[in-house]
């Protein structure tokens, strides 16, 4: 419908639930809910939006008081501009890794692609994705853009994260190291960053000031996200994390759903066991396996292994032979 159409319906309400068709761009429905809705009646208003389309929708819970034709002509922009960033995403899955390479050298982003989510997208790939298939040609090159320097604190980090993912390739862990050591103790990477945690888990780091710092994240991290890749980093690095990672993990990991449980069972049980009694997983790589997710090229963790990328060896593998 035209967003005069969805304006009239809209003012006829106090509160209502839009529902966007994102490849028409249109709105395609408007639900009123009531004022002060019980936590069922709003949840009830979602289950009740009628399927009219078998293309993507958006929703948004809006005051109708507020809404403005400008904001709506915002969500359509919005629309508009993340539909164009996936069509990028898309053609960076079929570049060579020299062509992303030469995307990051020069930081060339095209609208409404920005430097700071396309490097890091980039960069990501290229670890989780393409390491093996890196040349040492292209390695110097990425060498050269982890020195780059930027005065955003956020676009910095990017770069520091490629310098992460260069020690995890080269399994350089005294370069991981260093890049620890360039931080103050207040600012220790493992409790806020994502690219560090990973790789300290891939290259096994028996550091213990690295294996103390993503225990302090699992204790003092507020969000769940930085708490749980601490702890699969632990779950990688194994017995050398210690007891007191297994004893903190037991203590702060509560079971919020089954795979928090049973991810969180399978670390403590690779901490407590002999290193010998692990292999590599078959199914993936470091615990990831490749994905799409809304168009862009990124990763899962493995079932098989609950992404620790390793399995026990008595473990039957999913093509059902026994290894021993
Ligand atoms: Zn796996």
């Not at 501009?81 to 996936?86: A, F, H, L, N």
């Not at 982890?146 to 995890?168: E, H, P, T, W």
Request: contains cysteine.
């Amino acid at each position: 419908m035209k967003n005069t159409e969805a304006m009239a319906l809209i003012k006829q309400t106090e509160q209502c639930f839009v529902v966007w068709d994102t490849a028409l761009n249109e709105v395609i429905e408007v639900q009123c809910i009531e004022s002060n809705p019980s936590p069922e009646q709003f949840m009830g208003t979602l289950g009740s939006t009628r399927s009219v389309t078998t293309n993507p929708t958006k929703g948004r819970f809006l005051i109708s008081a507020k809404v403005t034709m400008a904001a709506l002509e915002a969500e359509q922009a919005d629309t508009i501009r993340i539909r164009d960033r996936i069509r990028i995403f898309d053609s960076w899955q079929r570049c060579t890794n020299d062509e992303l390479i030469r995307i990051l050298e020069r930081q060339d982003f095209q609208q409404p692609m920005d430097s700071y989510h396309g490097s890091h997208v980039i960069v990501r790939m290229l670890y989780r994705l393409r390491a093996s298939r890196l040349s040492e040609g292209e390695l110097e090159r990425l060498e050269r853009v982890a020195r780059f320097k930027n005065s955003d604190q956020a676009m910095q980090r990017v770069f520091d994260s490629l310098d992460c993912y260069l020690a995890g390739i080269r399994r350089d862990l005294a370069r991981l190291k260093r890049i620890w050591m360039k931080y103050s103790s207040k600012t220790r990477p493992a409790i806020w960053w994502e690219e560090f945690t990973e790789v300290a888990g891939d290259l096994r780091s028996s550091d213990a000031e690295i294996i103390e710092g993503l225990i302090q994240t699992i204790e003092q991290a507020t969000m769940f996200g930085p708490k749980w890749d601490a702890m699969i980093a632990l779950g990688k690095i194994g017995p050398p994390a210690g007891q007191q990672a297994a004893e903190v993990i037991r203590k702060v990991i509560y079971d919020s759903n089954p795979k928090v449980s049973v991810t969180r069972d399978r670390v403590i049980a690779r901490i407590a066991s002999a290193e010998s009694e692990w292999r590599s997983c078959p199914e993936c790589t470091n615990g990831l396996i490749p994905i799409v997710r809304y168009g862009v090229p990124s990763t899962a963790e493995c079932e098989q292994c609950v992404g620790l990328g390793l399995v026990q060896s008595y473990e039957t593998s999913s093509l059902g032979i026994r290894q021993i």
